[in-house]
């Protein structure tokens, strides 16, 4: 296995990276309102990104794009969309990546088997353009952007009408579904051959989660920008029922989920994922440091 990090796409990631000895980089180019930035600005520092990777000694192990809303109201791909998910891809490829990471949204106009149908066939372009460059694929777990193809309800349909498609497994995501105890075990059990990368972030949680929620209010306030400071706040503001901890101050059973991944012969990437508004500044350097010693001691 690899240990990595997730980090922008700027060069001096990999220094950083280096200096915590780790094996790899993971760049995600969300889209502009989700975090992210145009694909022409990502695409106009390759070459100085190249460079970077190549002094550091430090690769790029997966790009990604979360909340790619790919489909319009009627189930077609969007082309200016189509352009960016290339545009990801070729990015990566030009860096080396041998993964790509991919969400597809949920179109609230169509019905449920409708909304399937059409995200296998926008995931085997995906899928194919991927590998005409050397990459493999993954969709995503997390909800973020109206994903859903993230539990086995959905892979039980997609998986095996999209050869070559896997599973990008972030156990602290089946919290959004399984409470506060999770759902990664089982479906680590049922699902661990299909994973083909992996995130390493820890999770507390409350009760029932309201993931969805939060992410259906960030709609709202894209929606009415006038409103946006106050229901930003609302919905990302202090928490008491929810945070992401470093992993293994956590209460995933990291020893267990491993022990899954050794059943099923995983050897990829892990990357860590620091993902918390406590674990900031140098409190958070010093969780990241336990996690990276924590997950190497859990890698044989």
Known sequence: MKLGIIMPPKPESFEQAKELGLDFVEFDCN?????????AELTARQEELKAASQRAGIEVGAVGRWASHILDENGQVKPAEWDEVKAVIDFGAYLGAKHYLCSVNYVKELSYYKNITAAIQV??????????????????NCCMGGNYIRTPEQWKLVLSEVPGLGIKYDPSHSFVHGGQNGAYLEEGLEWGAHFKY????????????????????????KAHPELKEELMAKTFGGSNWYDNPPAGIDVINWRAF?????????????????HSPTWQGELGQKGLRYTIKYIRDLML
Not at 31 to 39: I, K, Q
């Open 31 to 39: 889209p502009a309102d989700f975090f992210g930035a145009p694909m």
């Open 123 to 140: 995931l085997k372009d995906i899928v194919a353009y991927a590998k005409e460059k050397g990459m493999e694929t993954a969709i995503v």
């Open 198 to 221: 992996c995130h390493v972030k820890g999770v507390i949680q409350r009760g029932d989660s309201r993931e969805e929620e939060q992410w259906a209010m960030m709609d709202l306030a």
């Open 258 to 274: 491993f022990a899954i991944l050794y059943k099923y012969g995983y050897d990829g990437y892990l990357a860590i994922e620091p």
